[in-house]
């Protein structure tokens, strides 16, 4: 049974889905009790590291989460908890919570590197209460107003390229 007043909720990730406005991937957590779901918008790439732990896809080489799990296990590192701890201008925030003989360490990381390195070493994910409150208020219209802004800019930076432009790399 989880307290309702804590300010940390326990969450585990029960997902990855596309918005099917933005074609961007999702991932979703869930608290333990599947009472409460925060869903969270990251990029194909981080999308595709969570989904190979997800599925269990053995990798003839070690991608950049499963190295940093590598080496924090070489240097006796252990990975306490990972906590989602802010939201603010629709962008999450989270942290990882290292401990090695009686140190804490407290690293600033994007929610999605969080959650992939909870995942290949079996470690806590947390949310702040705070988090999902706010979370329940996004303005997703902001967001893609700007994503639809940013994609216009870029097609038009595209667009007008010459081939000289792509110097050596011409094809």
């Given amino acids: 049974m989880s307290d309702e007043n804590a300010p940390l909720i326990r969450m585990k990730v029960t997902g990855l889905t596309i918005d099917p406005f933005t074609n961007m991937p999702i991932i979703i957590l869930k608290d333990f009790e599947e009472k409460m779901a925060l869903p969270i918008w990251i990029g194909l790439i981080e999308a595709s590291a969570i989904a190979t732990e997800l599925e269990k896809i053995q990798l003839a080489r070690p991608m950049t989460h499963d190295l940093l799990r590598n080496i ?7 990975v306490a908890k990972v ?6 201008d629709n962008t999450f925030y989270a942290k ?3 401990k090695r003989d009686d140190e804490e360490i407290v690293m600033d990381a994007r929610p999605s590197d969080a959650i992939a390195i909870a995942l290949r070493t079996g470690s806590p994910i947390f949310v702040d209460r705070r988090v999902m409150e706010k979370s329940r208020r996004i303005d997703l219209s ?5 994503d639809k802004a940013k994609q216009q800019k870029w097609t038009e930076i595209l667009e007008n390229l010459s081939p000289e432009d792509f110097g050596k790399y011409k094809m």
């Fill in 142 to 146: 902001k967001t893609l107003d700007e």
């Fill in 83 to 88: 906590e989602v701890n802010d939201l603010a």
């Fill in 72 to 78: 924090l296990r070489e240097l006796e590192v252990e």
């Fill in 96 to 98: 990882v919570f290292l």
